[in-house]
């Protein structure tokens, strides 16, 4: 194990926060093309799915959390259209440098875990492939709860153990051999390491959907994507939706 990889598995609070950071500093440059040699670039759909799960009108107020490159800004801008309101945030710099090379969208550095965000702000809210990595998912799915407004959304999309025991084992193959192997001709054997071990050591999605419900969220709801290894949980604040 590389000490990197120690200091995210084995250190909480700031420590495991500060290790994270800097993995995905290093990553960075290499993080798109990566994506999309990984889900054959299926990642474009599937932000797009959880995009509409937000039921945005134009005009609305949506904001990205752990934006990384910025390509949940992409369907987002859409569905609010040009009078929307959208911000992106994240914790690592070298991330959102390569989110403002891509997208024109406001870009915030923030964590997720305690977002420079008044209460009550956006009718959108969106994760992809953040939750997995914050310290601690009850308190950033309080936060994201916090600053949405009664009625807003909230969508979260990351990977998921497949419930069917082949594919299981298809995929554990997958993200022990391949992935690895794929970061390494890259030069980040570590980030893609640590990044599908994380995905085999997260929350299920009941576990992750009970984390939700405690933050205030209701009608919690999660959808299957490439045969249970991506899933979307979505649900909404309590109150009615502004016009
Ligand atoms: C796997 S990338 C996903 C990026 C992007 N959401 C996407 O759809 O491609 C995870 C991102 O979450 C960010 N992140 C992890 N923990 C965070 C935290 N506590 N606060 C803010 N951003 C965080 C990382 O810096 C990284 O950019």
Redesign the pocket.
Known sequence: MTKVEEAIWTTEGARK?SA??GM?ADIAPTYDLI?SILSFALHHRW?RSAVATLQLKRGYRALD?????G??LIPLRKAVGVDGFLVGM???QP?LDRAQAKVTENLSL????NLPVANEQFDGVSV???IR??PDIDQAHQELTRILKPGGRFVSLDMAIPTNKLMRRASEIVANKVVPRIGALFGKTTAYTYLPKSTQAFSTREQLAASMQRAGLIDVRYRDLLFGNVCIHYARKPGARQA
Not at 65 to 69: D, E, K, M, R, S
Not at 110 to 113: E, G, Q, S, V
């Open positions: 926060r994270v950071q995905f994506n932000r959390v752990c934006c990384g490159t390509d949940f994240d914790f690592c991330m923030a964590d997720a875990c992809g492939w953040g990595n914050v």
